[in-house]
């Protein structure tokens, strides 16, 4: 959640915000009068107790008809401040739940706009020219039939559309994957985290899936459990309530998870094989950091990301992600896009995002520096999307014959392996 006191001395600000999302402008308003109400009423409350307490004073010194008609009026007293009480409650809850609908304030760079508005900031690698080497490009899923790495009929036959097995050397190629993306976070300083799967209502709430992403989310009504769609989830839950020391700041870790995703929204997108998956696994990382180097530390998080993506040897694209297209959490986002040839397009492949103190405040996570405590900042950053980054090594690294070539970054982790053979023609 933001801060009610920028709120208060720059509305201006945060309205601006709010229609650059395309959200509702009037809840700015709303929010302001209900934290006004809830100030006021806060300051009646206190001046009917500390007149209840002077009262008490008064009774225990008085006595026959002067105490009877003190009596009588601590009474009526004591019932003020009991609906006070009530009352300041109430506001409280008000402004709560009107301040959890409201978005992180966008950071004034980010360009204005929908899903198209987005600005690329750089361009890396060549993309192949299938038609100069002499063979039309196979897509990820006829790829994965032939070399027996992708199974999605009986993933369907199992457990429904957009579900799929990876056999044979596709199983392989994700743990390769894993442990390479694994490898250079540890390299990078992160701490490795295997992270639960399912989280309690206020982890999920805390980092903002509960609001305009809830209809993504997978509930477990019995349990009041809640499956994850990143391990950003706990691992930004995993210091609630708690307040960190500054000097062992920056704090990252790298979680590995399952993810489960309904892609509410999403019928008729992208169909075909695993690129838009319910279930997949994905190396995420997540930095804890004082607020004033959260800019620093998601540039540095895109490097990483970089990084990853040119040791895949992918041709990929960065963009900045225009307003409207924000998750509720981020101040700023950026994007690695990978080239997919048989869609002639690029497509996200991994993704990093500032918070600011938008999580923090919401999960109650402080920094002690001295004597002084405030709200710290969080950021989050794809490394490995596993199904999307096999869609993309397929694709961009096959060959005439149906074979893949194997990034040299991967084939430590594949036995030496230099490329993925046919098992079927």
């Given amino acids: ?202 982890s999920m709430a805390g980092t903002g899936f509960l609001g305009q992403a809830a209809q993504d989310v997978y509930h477990l009504a019995s349990d009041d459990l809640y499956l994850v769609g990143t391990s950003e989830v706990p691992l930004a839950a995993y210091h609630m309530d708690e307040i960190l020391d500054s000097g062992k700041l920056p704090l990252r870790y790298a979680g590995f998870s399952p993810c489960f995703r309904r892609e509410a929204g999403s019928h008729g997108k992208d169909t075909r ?16 950091v004082a607020p004033e180097d959260s800019q620093a530390e998601h540039q540095r998080l895109l490097e990483w990301e970089k990084q990853w993506l040119t040791s895949l040897e992918l041709p990929f694209r960065v963009i900045d992600v225009a307003s409207g297209d924000l998750g509720a959490s981020a101040s700023r986002k950026f994007d690695c896009e990978a080239w997919i040839p048989t869609q002639g397009k690029y497509r996200e492949l991994t993704s990093t995002s500032d918070c600011t103190e938008f999580q923090s405040r919401r999960l109650s996570i402080r920094m002690r520096e001295d004597k002084k405590v405030r709200p710290l900042a969080t950021l989050n950053g794809t490394l490995c999307a596993v199904p999307r980054t096999i869609v993309a090594i397929l694709e961009n690294h096959q060959q005439a014959d149906g074979s893949v070539r194997v990034p040299d970054v991967l084939r430590p982790y ?12």
């Fill in 1 to 202: 959640m933001i801060d009610l006191r920028l709120l208060r001395e720059d509305p201006d600000r945060v309205r601006a915000s709010q229609r650059a999302r395309g959200e509702d402008v009037a809840l700015v308003d709303a929010l302001l009068s209900a934290d006004e109400r809830r100030r006021s009423l806060g300051v009646r409350f206190d001046e009917l107790r500390n007149e209840q307490k002077g009262l008490g004073k008064l009774i225990g010194k008085a006595s026959g008809d002067e105490k009877a008609e003190l009596l009588k009026k601590a009474g009526q007293l004591a019932a003020d401040v009991k609906a006070a009480d009530a009352e300041r409650d109430a506001a409280d809850a008000e402004t709560q739940e009107l301040l959890q609908k409201l978005g992180n304030l966008v950071h004034p760079d980010v360009p204005v706009g929908g899903e198209e508005d987005f600005v690329t900031l750089e361009t890396h690698g060549t993309i192949r020219d299938f038609g100069a080497e002499g063979f039309e490009p196979r897509d990820h899923l006829e790829l994965g039939q032939i070399l027996g790495a992708i199974d999605v009929e009986r993933g369907a036959k199992v457990s429904g559309s957009r579900f799929y097995f990876l056999t044979g050397v596709g199983a392989l190629l994700e743990l390769a994957l894993v442990n390479a993306a694994m490898a250079q976070a540890t390299a990078a300083g992160f701490t490795p985290m295997l992270t639960p799967a399912l989280v309690r209502p206020q």
């Fill in 414 to 425: 594949l036995g030496g392996r230099e490329v993925l053979e046919p098992v079927a023609k």
């Fill in 273 to 288: 094989g695993i690129f838009r998956v319910h279930q997949f696994d994905k190396v995420e990382m997540f930095s804890y």
